[in-house]
């Protein structure tokens, strides 16, 4: 299995990126497909997933209203479209997925496949 993330770059603060993720290997159209960032320094955090089966999308605080994922189940691939990017946004961005549902959405222990990170960079 393998996930493929690409989108990340360098962005001013208040600017846009889209990052895109493609999993082959297998689908996840029973679980879940998302995106977790880790800043320098930081822990892993949650950022953004989507269940496919329910069409439910789910934020990390910080995100909301800012950022928006969607994708295609049948194409295995998830975006995540990043809007009105801060400093603090600035972080290595790994796709994940998830082949059954978990309630736990928001703890990456609960994620099977891993992308390789891309890091996107906002500066002031």
């Known amino acids: 299995v393998q996930l493929q993330a690409s989108g990340g770059g360098l962005v001013q603060a208040g600017g846009a990126l889209r990052l895109s993720c493609a999993a082959s290997?297998?689908?996840?159209?029973?679980?879940?497909m998302g995106w977790f960032r880790q800043a320098p320094g930081k822990e892993r955090e949650f950022v953004a997933a989507?269940?496919?089966?329910?069409?439910?999308?789910y934020y990390a605080d910080s995100v909301k209203g800012r950022f928006t994922i969607f994708g295609d189940n049948a194409k295995n691939t998830v975006y995540l479209q990043m809007n009105s990017l801060k400093p603090e946004d600035t972080a290595v961005y790994y796709c994940?997925?998830?082949?059954?549902?978990?309630?736990?959405?928001?703890?990456?222990?609960?994620?099977?496949?891993w992308g390789q990170g891309t890091l996107v960079t906002v500066s002031s």
């Open positions: 994940v997925g998830r082949s059954v549902w978990t309630v736990e959405y928001w703890r990456s222990i609960h994620y099977d496949y």
């Open positions: 290997g297998r689908t996840f159209s029973s679980g879940a």
């Open positions: 989507i269940r496919w089966s329910a069409n439910m999308k």
